[in-house]
């Protein structure tokens, strides 16, 4: 089998849904003998999960050992 090389990009693009969902498909099994394929995800953000979550104030770390949970405070 000789080297293949796939650059960003490049590969069979297919849309699932009305967007932000895709799959590419790199490396079918027929390019490499049948013993693996390669493809991407490409996701737009939040697709699958839960938004971003934006953290606008400091909070204390909190630290967890053996079922007990305290803070670090500056006087501590």
Request: charge should be positive; charged fraction near 15%; hydrophobic fraction near 40%.
């Amino acid at each position: 089998m000789s080297a293949l090389v796939l650059l960003p990009g490049e590969g069979k693009a297919v849309q699932i849904g009305g967007g932000g969902l895709g799959v590419v498909f790199k490396l079918f099994g027929t390019d490499t003998g049948g013993r693996f394929a390669v493809v991407e995800h490409p996701l737009a953000p939040g697709i699958l999960a839960a938004p971003p979550i934006f953290i606008t104030r400091r909070t204390r770390p909190r630290m967890s050992w053996k079922g007990k949970s305290w803070h670090k405070s500056a006087t501590s």
